[in-house]
Nanobody
């Protein structure tokens, strides 16, 4: 059973930064894609960033230029660096991965990010 464990969430003032980490229980080479979603109460989960096995990343328009994701294969970890945070970035952030062979999807438990003055 694959486990994805997020960390790094918390509270920050507008304009601040946070870095989320997602540690996988197996080599991240086994995932074709990894990424981050977020969800607020009453809304559907939305894609924030997706990064391929080759390291190519795509971002939601709302976070382009502010968020950066990268994969550390040695540490079996994917990161989400969030800069210039805004109150509308407040959400539970979920790590996501898709198995390279099976296509199965895996989710972390979520970590809360709160941006407020």
């Amino acid at each position: 059973q694959v486990q994805l464990v997020e960390s790094g969430g918390g509270s920050v003032q507008p304009g601040g930064s946070l870095r989320l980490s997602c540690a996988a229980s197996r080599s991240t080479f086994s995932f074709s894609s990894m990424g981050w979603y977020r969800q607020t109460p009453g809304k559907e989960r939305e894609l924030v960033a997706i990064i391929t096995r080759l390291g190519n990343a795509n971002y939601a328009d709302s976070v382009k230029g502010r968020f950066t994701s990268n994969r550390d294969y040695a540490a079996n970890t994917v990161y989400l660096q969030m800069n210039s945070l805004k109150p509308e970035d407040t959400a539970v952030y979920y790590c996501w991965a898709r198995g390279a062979g099976s296509g199965m999807e895996f989710w972390g438990q979520g970590t809360l990010v709160t941006v407020s003055s």
